[in-house]
């Protein structure tokens, strides 16, 4: 198996969520929140800030790991994406739009669900209320889901 560590990292303030408009890359054209790879010798939580501070331009004062999402393809079954969630809720600076993302607040009751991940609204609701949750999620070359599975867990631990 070919697992590859990211993390995803989301700024939830009141009843707002700071989401990206992904501009190149993987999920180009698609809201998430903000993350990528975990480089060499970097922990999980160093790589969620360090992707925020360069796709947001703002840094998490404090954040929590809150799932852990595993991605795959039926023409890839052997290639995993390990997606580790973290929430923010405070942060330093303003969010400003960098070459890889635009960041918008979203209340609530308007996040884009139809201008995302389809998996995102399976565990969305779980990560506004601040449960703690792990899932698998396999996916079409579409993109399209063909099944998956999740969970609520007491705890995430890497």
Do not use: C
Not at 42 to 70: F, H, P, T, W, Y
Not at 104 to 117: Q, S, V, Y
Not at 120 to 134: A, G, P, R, V
């Amino acid at each position: 198996m070919n697992k590859k560590v990211l993390t995803l990292l989301i700024i939830h303030q009141d009843n707002k969520v700071l989401l990206g408009m992904k501009k190149r890359g993987f999920g180009m054209g698609k809201w998430n929140g903000f993350g990528g790879k975990v480089d060499n010798g970097e922990s999980i939580e160093d790589a969620a800030k360090r992707e925020l501070l360069e796709e947001a331009g703002i840094s998490a004062n404090e954040m929590q790991k809150i799932g852990v999402l595993d991605f795959s393809w039926k023409d890839k079954p052997s290639d995993v994406l390990e997606v580790n969630i973290f929430k923010a809720t405070d942060f330093s600076g303003q969010p400003q739009e960098t070459e890889e993302m635009k960041p918008a607040w979203f209340l609530e009751k308007d996040i884009p669900f139809e201008n995302m991940w389809p998996d995102d609204k399976y565990w969305f609701s779980l990560f506004l209320e601040n449960k703690k949750f792990k899932g698998e999620f396999l996916f079409d070359q579409q993109n399209a889901i063909i099944k998956h599975t999740l969970q609520e867990h007491e705890s995430i631990s890497d």
